[in-house]
Every structure is written in C-alpha cells, then in structure tokens.
C-alpha cells in the first residue's frame, strides 16, 4: 500500500518526465526542419511558409536565434490567447466543445476541492478510526487519516459527509445544465452560421426493398419521384467496392516503393537499385527494383480497370443502398425524420454522415446482417471485459509490497531497499497498468468497425462508449474489488462474517492512493507526452529522406493526426469518476484531477490550434454522451457513498442518499428532454430559413451539379479515370421538373409538365395514382 513518501517519489518521477518532455518539445519546435512537424495545421491551411526556403543551409537545420530559445515557454500564452469564437473558425466546433469538456472538469472539481478540504479534511483528521481499525488488523497508510476511513464507526461526522454529497451534486448539476445549454445554442448557431454542404441536403437510404422489375436505382428514384416529388433533386447508389479499394491501395503501397527506389537511383546513378522477389525481400531472385514496381503498378492498373467494369456492370455489386439529394435542406430533414413506409423495416432514412467521414466498406454490408454482427461483438466486448480482470489483479499485487514478497520471495533483497519500495509502491502499477491498456482503444476501434456503423464519428462514439465501461468495470471497480480483497484476505479468513462489510467499507477509500499514481502517470507524464509528438516526428522525417521529391510530397509526408475522440474522451470520464467518487471519502485525490484537467487544456489547446486537422465535423453531436458519462458517474459516487456509509453504521443516511441519486437521475431525464433533441433532430424552422436566405442570396444557384457527385466512393474519383467523368455511376433524373407518370412498374416513363399559357394561367399539375408503399408498386 502506498504512503505519503511513495506518493511523493512518483510525483518526482512524473513531474520530472513531464519536465523533460516540454523542454524538449520547446527545443524542437523552434527547429526549421521540425517546423512541419509542430505547425502542420497552418501548412494544411496554406498561411505558413517552410523556413527552408530561405537562408543559408546551416539555418535550414539549427535555430541559431538565441532570443528564441530565451522565448521557449511562449508556445503557453499563445495556446490561450485565441478566443474562442476564433478557434471555432480556425478548428471546428467538435474541437471547442472538446476543450470544453476540461473546463467543465475545472469548474466542477475547483470549488468541489476548496469545499471539501476546507470541511471534510478537518473532520477527517481529526478522528482516530484508523486507530481502532489497526486492532483488528485493517492495514492503512498514512495518507488515509484524510480520508473518511479516520471516521469512527457510528459517529455524527458522517452527516458532514452527507451534507457535501448533496452540496458536490447540485453544484455538478448546475454546471453541466448551463454547459448543457450554452453548447446547445452554440452548435445550433455553427449550424445556422456553417457554409454549404453536402450532407445538408442529403439522405442515406437504407434497406430498399428489391424489385424483380428494377434495379436498386431505378427503384429509388421511382420511390422518391412518387413520394417526395417537390423536393427530390438526385441520388447515388452505394456500390460494393471494397475490392477495388484493396486493389487501389495495393496500388499505392507500389507506387510508394517505386517512389523510393526511384529516388535512390536518383542520389546515385551508377548503379540501379535491386530488389530481392522473397518473404519481405529478404531472399530470392534479384530483379531490377524500378522494373519490378513498374510491371506490377501496370498490371494493378489492368486489374482496377477490369473490376471497375464489373462493379459497375453487376448488379450484385449494387447494395440495398443509396444517398438521396434533395433540393431543399427542409425537404431533407423531413424524409430524415420521418418513417417511409408503414413497413419500420424498409427504406430506412436517416441523415447522412459528411461525405469525408464515410465509412465506405460498411456500407456495402447487407443491413440484415448487423443486427447478428453487434451481437456477437456485445459478448466478444463481454468477455474482453471479464477476463482483463487478470491483468488487473496481477497490478493490484505489484501495489502490495507484501504481496510480491510471498509471491516472487527471491527479490526480498531488492525490495526491502527503501528506494525500490517507494518505486514499485508509487509508479509501477499506474506505469504497467498504463501498459497494459495502451492497445485497447484500437482494440474497441475494430470491434466498432466489425458492427458495421457507417460514418467515422459513430465509429468513434461506439468505441467510446466501450471504453468507458471498461474503464468503469476493470479499471475502476476491477482495481477496488481485487486490490481491497487481496489486501485483506488474511483479516477476512480470521474474524466473523458480520465484520467484514465493516473492513470492505474501510479498505475501499484506501485504493485512492494507486489512482493518485495512475493520474500522475496516465494524466502527467501521458498528456505531457502527448505534445513532443515523437513517432510523428521520426515518421516524417524518414518519409522526408526516402520519400520526398517535391513540395507535395513532403506536404503528403505531415502527419497532423487529430483528436482521438474514442481514446481520450472515456479517459476524462474516468477522472470525473475518480473526482466524484473520492471527494466525499478522500479529497486528498482532487487536487491531482484539478492539476490533470488544467494542464491537458494548455497542452490540447495548443495541439488543436497548431497541429491536429480534423476528419470531419459532427458540430458537437457527442455532447449528450458526455454529458450522460457525467451523470453515471455522479449517479455510481452516491450508490458506493451510500453502501460505505452503510458499513461505517450510518443506515440512517440511506434514505437520503437514495433521494439524492432519484433527483439526480430526475436532472438528467430533464436535461435529456430539454437539449438532447438539438443534437439528434435538426428543426424544420432552421432548415427553412437557411434555404430562404440561399435562396435570396444564389436565386441562380445548381445545386444539382453541387450535389451529384458528392457520395460517389473515392475509388471511382481516381484522376486517371477522369475522362468517362463518373459514367454509369450517377444516377438521377434527367430534369429537375419531371415527374413520374404511373403506369406498370417495369421501367417508369416520365413527361415533362407543360407550361402555362401566355394569358397568365397556371401550370398544371398531373394526377397521382395511389402508391402501395409496403410494395413499393403504383397501383
């Protein structure tokens, strides 16, 4: 169990990386030949120039400016200076709301930590229930007489206790309904405010129905000709191009080794490079290293053109599947919004994703089949879950100086040793833990994937999502269940069973000092890391050296990366867990969330400012998840005060505690009913208006031509294939004033409506048939 010296020697340890980390990081970036490395947003941008550009060859690597190392730690001010109105336009609003999630951290844990050591700390303090607890053989350190472990069993300083669980709630409460209405209006302004695009106007239809008839276009346009008339513009079938975006990417990789070699010969033409045709060409026949990649580039090339034909010419290749256009953002978000059919299983609408953030192979998945894909995955993350409590245990009895002692006694010399003591106490288990869960996010990334989600931000929210349960079972309750049962094993097998809900209920608020350790290493150490950027660093500039020919090369070769919304966000929620659950019990953790949340803002601040270039733009639509995180979490802290309390002889505080998680759960049903909507349902009122104002301002506006070529898969947008101009693969009408005549299903014939007269008469509008929209048949 760690005490206040282990504590102290981990801080050094992180605190020290954290050091060397942000002094070589502001080295670094003032380099020339890291300047793409460290700005790379501003390149994307086109407002920053290379400094290699200019000056003499010395000064294209070195800075020899000595003013600028004396500025090193401006990069701190600059990070905040930009308002935020401003980082809006610069980055987005997924970025600014994401840095908003630690600025809620601020505002909730601040006044929570000031409030809790200026009242629970002294009551803690100044009790001596680790005294008694010591006679029945209860281990503690220390650092736990801050604790609510000090308290005597039955005594009247619980209600203190009870006072700041009810004064933490309502303050966490307000904070989240203002965030909660602040951001509403925010992404409801970016949304009203945002420049033209695609996915406005734009619905993915899925599960269309077949017909013996039709094809999958044809029915689709016959579909929304029929039912949308008004507002139909044009529509794009999805194809299943998977394996042609294999063979284009095989294409690539030939491409990239050609390039290499290419430039190889290029820095010495005596000799041409030669490569071996073996496993990883470390055996084989040698063959001239340019001809080969040549030869093969050419007949990828004969491939790609052959299977184009074939997608394009099977209708096998043709999923149930298609990105309807319309005219109007209004006519979109009705057919969004709204249920088809009187079949809920068919012609399945809903908006589509932005078509940078497509997740093209899922779509070519047969939609029956999802519901069987996210079950298996449910158990799969199932199991994952139950059996990583091994690795869990195993840290836990690195915690326990002890344990290791009877389990590996042959190191008794080393860890007796007062250094090695506080070094394997404090820093190894948060390090190895750190460890061990360094693979998962992308772990949870592929099951995403396998369940067949078609759009980069659900990807990521799914995975999220998981990542947060499997913070919250393994690493939180997982750590708590094994390292207080394993600590206590001996005091549980030797006294009665009536006292061991007494020694869980003191055991518990102990484990607070590994999660000190754990914040230090993943929340100090880990954010700190985060902006010296090193494996981007030596990629790009091994891609610089072998790869690099020209500008647009070296441009190809920056790696900006962005925020990893799966992988950092359920690491905030497991501090705001952490902060919520220990401010009643231990407040002595706080102060290492408050110092985690203010320093990963400066740090993610600067990256989203200088560095990262986001994917695509959800404008905020995974606030309520976090919001909801937050709530659970508060929701978790009261049900574990509430069994504590009750096993420190303090029943009387369950009904309150119970009351207090039913209004808690009450504000989250309200927040959910008054914003949420906001975030999932884009109001007719606002999409009227915006399309009034376009209309006013572009009356000559073609949307169509904006709009039909917009969800076509990039593998058809190659630049070499430009000349049949995506023949074959668009589909639509042929003018925006036809509409269907129906007559037999086999193939619709379409007239044009005749104008009016010269007297001034309006036009005529051509009679419908009834539509049997379970069949999809004019009847």
């Known amino acids: 169990m760690a005490t206040l010296a282990d504590i102290g020697l981990a801080a050094a340890i992180n605190i020290l990386s954290a050091l060397i980390f942000l002094l070589l990081f502001a080295i670094l970036r003032i380099q020339p030949f890291n300047d793409r490395v460290y700005f790379p947003k501003w390149y994307l941008k086109g407002v920053r ?164 008839d039709e094809t999958i276009s044809e029915n689709v346009q016959h579909f929304f000709l029929v039912n949308h008339p008004d507002h139909y513009l044009t529509h794009q079938v999805v194809y299943n191009a998977n394996e042609l975006a294999k063979l284009v990417a095989d294409r690539q990789k030939m491409e990239n080794w050609f390039d290499y070699y290419h430039l190889k010969y290029t820095r010495n033409k005596e000799q041409r490079p030669r490569v071996k045709l073996g496993f990883l060409g470390l ?80 779509l070519a998945m047969p939609y029956v089949s999802l519901t069987i894909r996210r079950f298996l995955m449910h158990v799969s993350f199932f199991f994952l879950t139950f059996f990583f409590i091994i690795p869990i245990a195993f840290v836990q009895s690195l915690a326990s100086i002890e344990g290791i002692q009877k389990k590996a006694s042959f190191l008794n010399p080393i860890i007796e040793k007062r250094f090695m003591k506080s070094l394997i106490q404090g820093f190894l288990p948060g390090i190895v833990l750190k460890l061990f869960l360094i693979f998962l996010p992308a772990i949870l990334m592929i099951m995403s994937k396998f369940e067949g989600f078609v759009s980069i931000s659900s990807l990521e929210r799914r995975a999220a999502f998981r990542y947060y349960i499997f913070n919250l079972v393994n690493v939180f309750l997982g750590s708590i269940i094994t390292g207080s049962a394993f600590e206590q094993l001996d005091s549980f097998l030797k006294q009665s069973a009536n006292d061991i809900p007494r020694t869980v209920g003191v055991a518990i608020p102990i484990k607070a000092t590994f999660f000190i350790t754990y914040i230090m290493v993943d929340g100090w150490a880990g954010v700190a890391g985060e902006i010296l950027r090193l494996k981007p660093l030596v990629i790009f500039h091994l891609k610089n050296f072998f790869l690099v020919k020209t500008e647009k090369d070296r441009e190809e070769a920056m790696d900006p990366g962005q925020i990893d919304f799966y992988a950092t966000e359920p690491r905030i929620q497991l501090y705001f867990l952490l902060g919520l659950v220990y401010a009643p019990v231990t407040p002595v953790l706080l102060p290492f969330i408050i110092f985690f949340f203010g320093f990963a803002y400066l740090i993610f601040r600067h990256q989203i400012i200088n560095v990262y270039n986001q994917e695509y733009e959800s404008a905020a639509a995974f606030w309520p998840d976090v919001h909801g995180r937050i709530i659970s979490a508060l929701i978790i802290s009261q049900i574990l005060l509430l069994g504590l309390m009750s096993t420190k002889g303090k029943v009387q505080s369950t009904p309150f505690l119970l009351v207090l998680a039913i209004l808690t759960f009450v504000f989250h049903r309200f927040c959910k009913g008054r914003y949420e909507s906001a975030f999932v349902i884009n109001p007719l009122q606002e999409a009227m208006i915006k399309d009034t104002l376009e209309r006013a301002r572009e009356p000559n506006l073609n949307l169509k031509g904006f709009l039909q070529n917009a969800y076509i898969h990039p593998v058809f947008k190659d630049e070499e294939f430009e000349d049949d101009q995506f023949e074959g693969l668009t589909e639509d009408s042929d003018d925006e004033d036809c509409v269907v005549v129906p007559t037999k299903r086999q193939r619709p014939r379409r007239k044009t409506v005749a104008s009016s007269n010269a007297s001034g008469g309006s036009s005529q509008s051509l009679p419908y048939n009834r539509f049997d929209t379970d069949k999809g048949k004019p009847v």
């Not at 093969?296 to 034909?309: A, G, P, T």
């Open 283 to 362: 055996w084989g026949n040698k063959v001239d290293a340019m001809d080969h990649y040549t030869a093969e580039i050419e007949k990828l090339n004969e491939q790609i053109i052959e299977e184009r034909v074939r997608v394009k010419k099977d209708d096998k290749n043709v999923m149930p599947a298609a990105f309807v256009s319309f005219k109007t953002r209004w006519g979109a978000a009705v057919c969004a919004q709204t249920q088809q059919t009187k079949n809920p299983t068919e012609w399945l609408t809903e908006w589509a994703p932005e078509a940078r953030e497509v997740f093209w192979p899922n």
């Open 49 to 212: 120039s290379s400094p290699l550009n200019s000056g003499a060859f010395a000064s294209k690597i070195v800075n020899f400016d000595f003013r600028a190392y004396i500025r090193f730690l401006n990069w701190m001010p600059a990070a905040l200076k930009m308002p935020e109105p401003e980082l809006i336009d610069h980055a987005g609003l997924d970025s600014a709301v994401y840095l908003r999630i630690y600025l809620i951290g601020l505002k909730i844990f601040v006044p929570i930590a000031l409030l809790s050591w200026s009242v629970l700390v002294p009551v803690n303090w100044t009790s001596d229930g680790l005294q008694l607890a010591k006679l029945r053989n209860v281990t503690s350190s220390n650092i736990d007489k801050l604790s609510i472990s000090n308290v005597e069993r039955g005594s009247d300083r619980f209600w203190a206790h009870l006072v700041m669980a009810y004064a933490f709630t309502f303050w966490t409460c307000y904070v989240l309904i203002r965030e909660y209405e602040k951001i509403a209006a925010m992404r409801l302004s970016f949304l009203q405010s945002e420049k033209r695009r695609a996915d406005q106007f734009t619905v993915l239809v899925r599960n269309v129905p077949p017909e013996s």
